[in-house]
Every structure is written in C-alpha cells, then in structure tokens.
C-alpha cells in the first residue's frame, strides 16, 4: 500500500526506529499505548496518517516530545536558545590558556 498522503518518510522511519531501540514488539506496544498492532504497524509503514494527539501518545511512550523542529536540521542536534547562550557565554569567558595544557601537564 503507498504511503498515506502527507506522511513523512522520516516520520515513518523513526517510528519503527524508536520502537526497535526498546525492542518491544507491535504487540507489546500495542498492549501499552491501548491501539491495535495493524494501526500502529500502519503509522511505521506510512499507510495511515496519525493525528497529532495519536502521535503525542506514540511519540511519549518512547519518551519523546512532539514538536517544530527547523527546516534543514533533522538529525542534528538543536539547542534551544537558552543553551545555546550559556555554552557562547562560557566560551566567551575561556583563554587560550584553558584549552591547551602548560608543558608536563597532560
């Protein structure tokens, strides 16, 4: 069956990618999550499209949030802007001397 219209293929792939990390089987997270083997396996497939409170449900079983990510940076790591200021505000603040041993040290 083709992908669902709208379906995303990462979408799809990390899905079943998220449920091989636990290793529990559609069964197991059927048992879990309260839906049925042939919905979910339907969601990893991209045959069915989930809502997004159906994906907030899958995705929090897998301790994962929901949520925008920018365009470009799927698989990268993405720090949001408070943490991003605090790491440039400490590297701010380091010498040179912080970064490279004084001889004999190692």
């Given at each position: 069956?083709?992908?669902?219209?709208g379906?995303?293929?990462?979408l799809?792939?990390?899905?079943?990618?998220?449920?091989?990390?636990?290793?529990?089987s559609?069964?197991?997270?059927?048992?879990?999550?309260?839906?049925?083997e042939?919905v979910i396996?339907?969601?990893e497939r991209?045959?069915?499209?989930?809502?997004?409170?159906?994906?907030?449900q899958?995705a929090?079983?897998y301790?994962?949030e929901?949520?925008?990510?920018?365009k470009?940076?799927?698989g990268?790591r993405?720090?949001?802007?408070?943490t991003?200021d605090?790491?440039?505000?400490?590297?701010?603040?380091?010498?040179m001397s912080?970064?490279?041993?004084?001889e004999?040290?190692?």
């Amino acid at each position: 069956m083709p992908r669902a219209k709208g379906t995303p293929h990462r979408l799809c792939r990390q899905l079943r990618l998220e449920r091989a990390k636990t290793g529990w089987s559609l069964a197991n997270v059927s048992r879990r999550i309260g839906l049925s083997e042939v919905v979910i396996g339907s969601y990893e497939r991209g045959d069915r499209n989930p809502t997004l409170d159906r994906l907030d449900q899958v995705a929090g079983l897998y301790g994962l949030e929901v949520g925008l990510v920018p365009k470009g940076s799927y698989g990268k790591r993405v720090l949001d802007r408070a943490t991003l200021d605090a790491v440039m505000k400490v590297c701010r603040n380091l010498k040179m001397s912080d970064l490279v041993p004084n001889e004999g040290e190692q």
